[in-house]
C-alpha cells in the first residue's frame, strides 16, 4: 500500500523513481481506512537519506502508512538546511497532544558523547519518558536504542575505539518471537557503531529479552515486555551505505575496510546486500503486529501502550 509523505519532498520523489506508491492527503482522506500513524524522530545528519531508507520500508506492507517527520528543537542541524526542516518537519513539542500507531526514533552518531552532555538530551529524554501516550509502539535504532536502553534500563554500553563496522552474521536467541517470524535461524546485518550491548548486560532485566544477536557485536534486536523494540544494527541500509562511509572515513584516515562487505574485501569489486530481504520482513512484522493490537481509537492510548 501507499505511504504518505509530501509530495514535493525529496524522499517522495526518489521513492516514487523506485515504483514505491505515495499517496497524496487528498487521496489518503477518501479511503475508508484508518492510515497507521507513525512518527520518525529523524536524529541522522544526512535526513533525506535515512527518510528514504525507512519509508522504503515502512511502505511494503497492505497497510497505508502516514509518516510524520520530527527533529528536535533543541538541535541545530548543520547538515540539513533550515528551510527544508521547516518545511518537511516539526518539533516533538508541535505534536505532543496527538497519538501515533508506532513511534520510530533513529541513531545519531554520538557515541563518544555521553549521554547527558548530547545537546538535546533533555528533549530526548522527556520523548522517551511520554512514548508511551504518544505512541502504541516504539522502534528505538542503533544509538537511539542504546539512549533508551540506558534511560529506561538502566543498560550499560560497552564502547570501543575502533568502529565495529560490517556485515555480521547473527544468530536467533528467541525463536518463535512474532518480530521474527520469517527469519532464518542465522541471517546477516549492517553494522555501524562503536559500542555494543553485550548479552550479558541484558540478561539481568526480567523486562528485557535478546531476539537476535552476534559474538562479535553483541545483541542486535532486545524486546521488551510491553513490546519496545530496540535495533541495535541497520537494517534499513542500502547497499552502498557501508560503501559511502567506508569511503567518508578514508578522508579522515580512517581506513578500516567494512567487514564481510565487499566482494574479495575490495572495494573495487563492490558489494553485495545480503540484509535486504532481513529489512523488509522486520519492518513488515513490525507494521503488522501493531495492526493486530492497536486500538481504532487512538485517544485511548494510555501508559499502559
Known amino acids: 500500500m501507499p505511504i504518505k509523505l509530501a509530495l514535493n519532498?525529496?524522499?517522495a520523489q526518489q521513492l516514487a523513481g523506485e515504483g514505491v506508491d505515495i499517496i497524496e492527503h487528498a487521496v489518503a482522506v477518501r479511503q475508508d481506512i484508518r492510515p497507521l500513524r507513525i512518527a520518525l524522530l529523524n536524529l541522522m545528519p544526512n535526513k533525506i537519506n535515512t527518510e528514504?531508507?525507512?519509508a522504503r520500508l515502512l511502505s511494503s506492507t497492505p497497510l497505508q502508512v502516514e509518516l510524520t517527520l520530527l527533529s528536535p528543537a533543541s538541535h541545530t542541524s548543520k547538515s540539513t538546511s533550515p528551510d527544508y526542516l521547516r518545511e518537511f518537519y516539526k518539533t516533538p513539542e508541535a505534536v505532543r497532544r496527538e497519538k501515533f500507531d508506532g513511534l520510530i526514533v533513529t541513531g545519531a552518531p554520538l557515541e563518544h558523547v555521553p549521554f547527558a552532555e548530547v545537546r538535546y538530551w533533555d528533549e530526548l529524554r522527556g520523548i522517551m519518558d511520554e512514548a508511551k501516550t504518544l505512541s502504541f509502539r516504539q522502534m528505538?535504532?542503533?544509538?537511539g536504542a542504546q539512549a533508551a536502553l540506558w534511560h529506561r534500563y538502566g543498560v550499560e554500553r560497552t564502547l570501543f575505539d575502533d568502529k565495529l563496522f560490517g556485515v555480521f552474521e547473527q544468530t536467533?536467541?528467541?525463536p518463535g518471537s512474532s518480530v521474527l517470524r520469517g527469519f532464518p535461524d542465522t541471517f546477516a546485518a549492517p553494522v555501524s557503531r562503536y559500542?555494543?550491548?553485550p548479552e550479558a548486560a541484558v540478561a539481568g532485566h526480567e523486562r528485557l529479552k535478546v531476539l537476535a544477536t552476534s559474538p562479535i557485536t553483541g545483541a542486535s534486536i532486545i524486546e521488551s515486555a510491553d513490546k519496545e523494540l530496540?535495533?541495535?544494527d541497520h537494517y534499513e541500509y542500502d547497499t552502498q551505505t557501508l560503501g559511502d562511509e567506508y569511503a567518508r572515513d578514508a578522508v579522515k584516515g580512517m581506513t578500516a575496510l567494512p567487514r564481510n562487505y565487499f566482494r574479495a574485501d575490495d572495494p573495487a569489486q563492490g558489494a553485495?546486500?545480503?540484509w535486504r530481504g532481513q529489512g523488509y520482513l522486520l519492518f513488515y512484522n513490525w507494521i503488522y503486529r501493531m495492526y493486530e493490537d492497536v486500538p481504532y481509537n487512538l485517544s485511548t492510548l494510555d501508559e499502559a501502550g
Do not use: D, E, G, K
Open 9 to 11: 519532498s525529496p524522499a
Open 52 to 54: 528514504v531508507q525507512l
Open 140 to 143: 528505538y535504532i542503533c544509538w
Open 172 to 174: 536467533i536467541r528467541t
Open 195 to 197: 559500542a555494543m550491548i
Open 230 to 232: 530496540f535495533v541495535l
Open 272 to 274: 553485495v546486500n545480503s
